[in-house]
Protein backbone atom coordinates (compact mmCIF):
# COMPACT_ATOMS: atom_id res chain seq x y z
CA UNK A 1 0.00 0.00 0.00
CA UNK A 2 1.46 3.44 -0.90
CA UNK A 3 0.53 6.23 1.11
CA UNK A 4 0.74 10.20 0.19
CA UNK A 5 1.05 12.62 3.34
CA UNK A 6 0.44 16.60 2.35
CA UNK A 7 2.21 19.46 3.82
CA UNK A 8 2.15 23.49 3.74
CA UNK A 9 -1.16 24.30 3.94
CA UNK A 10 -2.63 27.20 5.51
CA UNK A 11 -3.67 30.67 5.02
CA UNK A 12 -2.25 33.61 3.65
CA UNK A 13 -2.77 37.00 1.92
CA UNK A 14 -3.64 37.85 -1.53
CA UNK A 15 -0.27 37.98 -3.72
CA UNK A 16 1.27 36.20 -0.83
CA UNK A 17 3.21 32.36 -1.36
CA UNK A 18 2.73 29.18 -0.12
CA UNK A 19 4.70 25.72 -0.73
CA UNK A 20 2.93 22.55 -0.10
CA UNK A 21 4.92 19.36 -0.31
CA UNK A 22 4.11 15.57 -0.40
CA UNK A 23 5.94 12.18 0.24
CA UNK A 24 4.88 8.99 -0.72
CA UNK A 25 5.93 6.39 1.39
CA UNK A 26 5.31 2.24 1.36
CA UNK A 27 6.66 -0.50 -0.75
CA UNK A 28 7.25 1.74 -3.63
CA UNK A 29 8.91 0.06 -6.97
CA UNK A 30 8.63 3.06 -9.32
CA UNK A 31 6.35 6.51 -9.56
CA UNK A 32 5.12 7.85 -12.83
CA UNK A 33 3.16 10.68 -12.54
CA UNK A 34 2.87 12.94 -9.17
CA UNK A 35 0.27 15.51 -8.83
CA UNK A 36 -1.51 17.99 -7.27
CA UNK A 37 -5.34 18.59 -7.41
CA UNK A 38 -7.31 21.36 -6.05
CA UNK A 39 -11.58 21.03 -4.63
CA UNK A 40 -13.87 23.67 -3.51
CA UNK A 41 -17.54 22.60 -1.80
CA UNK A 42 -20.02 21.85 -4.77
CA UNK A 43 -17.22 21.40 -7.68
CA UNK A 44 -15.58 18.78 -9.14
CA UNK A 45 -12.01 18.03 -7.65
CA UNK A 46 -9.62 19.92 -10.69
CA UNK A 47 -6.18 19.32 -11.70
CA UNK A 48 -3.67 22.12 -10.56
CA UNK A 49 -0.40 20.67 -12.13
CA UNK A 50 0.97 17.22 -12.92
CA UNK A 51 4.90 16.33 -13.05
CA UNK A 52 5.81 12.94 -14.61
CA UNK A 53 8.63 10.59 -14.08
CA UNK A 54 10.69 11.96 -16.75
CA UNK A 55 10.45 15.64 -15.82
CA UNK A 56 7.63 16.59 -18.25
CA UNK A 57 4.53 18.98 -17.05
CA UNK A 58 0.82 20.34 -17.05
CA UNK A 59 -0.37 23.03 -15.55
CA UNK A 60 -4.04 24.40 -15.68
CA UNK A 61 -4.46 27.37 -17.74
CA UNK A 62 -5.76 29.30 -13.92
CA UNK A 63 -2.19 29.26 -12.27
CA UNK A 64 0.32 28.94 -15.39
CA UNK A 65 2.88 31.53 -14.66
CA UNK A 66 1.97 31.39 -11.07
CA UNK A 67 2.61 27.91 -10.14
CA UNK A 68 5.57 26.05 -10.02
CA UNK A 69 5.40 21.71 -9.60
CA UNK A 70 8.82 19.97 -8.67
CA UNK A 71 9.66 16.20 -7.63
CA UNK A 72 12.70 15.07 -5.78
CA UNK A 73 12.36 11.41 -7.05
CA UNK A 74 14.84 10.20 -4.42
CA UNK A 75 12.84 11.35 -1.78
CA UNK A 76 9.79 10.21 -3.48
CA UNK A 77 8.08 13.93 -2.95
CA UNK A 78 6.39 16.32 -4.85
CA UNK A 79 6.61 19.97 -4.43
CA UNK A 80 4.03 22.92 -5.57
CA UNK A 81 4.93 26.11 -5.26
CA UNK A 82 2.46 28.71 -5.53
CA UNK A 83 3.24 32.42 -5.97
CA UNK A 84 0.80 35.33 -6.54
CA UNK A 85 -1.92 33.89 -4.68
CA UNK A 86 -5.45 34.97 -5.28
CA UNK A 87 -8.89 34.23 -3.38
CA UNK A 88 -9.97 31.89 -6.15
CA UNK A 89 -7.04 29.99 -5.24
CA UNK A 90 -8.61 29.22 -1.86
CA UNK A 91 -9.44 24.92 -2.20
CA UNK A 92 -8.84 21.59 -0.46
CA UNK A 93 -5.62 20.81 -2.47
CA UNK A 94 -4.71 17.45 -2.77
CA UNK A 95 -1.57 15.18 -4.08
CA UNK A 96 -2.25 11.88 -6.37
CA UNK A 97 0.59 9.76 -7.68
CA UNK A 98 0.58 6.52 -9.84
CA UNK A 99 3.17 3.96 -10.59
CA UNK A 100 4.28 0.33 -9.44
CA UNK A 101 4.02 -0.78 -6.05
CA UNK A 102 7.04 -2.99 -4.30
CA UNK A 103 4.64 -5.67 -3.36
CA UNK A 104 4.81 -9.58 -4.71
CA UNK A 105 3.65 -9.52 -6.93
CA UNK A 106 4.12 -5.43 -7.96
CA UNK A 107 0.87 -3.97 -8.44
CA UNK A 108 0.29 -1.00 -10.39
CA UNK A 109 -1.02 1.55 -7.73
CA UNK A 110 -3.02 5.16 -7.65
CA UNK A 111 -2.96 7.05 -4.40
CA UNK A 112 -4.42 10.13 -3.27
CA UNK A 113 -3.59 12.17 0.42
CA UNK A 114 -5.97 13.20 2.31
CA UNK A 115 -5.89 16.61 1.67
CA UNK A 116 -4.66 20.19 2.83
CA UNK A 117 -6.03 23.17 2.80
CA UNK A 118 -5.12 26.11 1.40
CA UNK A 119 -6.49 29.90 2.34
CA UNK A 120 -5.87 33.03 0.28
CA UNK A 121 -7.54 36.20 2.19
CA UNK A 122 -8.18 39.51 0.18
Known amino acids: QVQLVESGGGLVQAGGSLRLSCAAS????????MGWYRQTPGKQRELVAR???????NYADSVKGRFTISRDNAKNTVYLHMNSLKPEDTAVYYCAADGVSGSSPPRLFDSWGQGTQVTVSS
Open 26 to 33: GRLFSINT
Open 51 to 57: IRSGGST
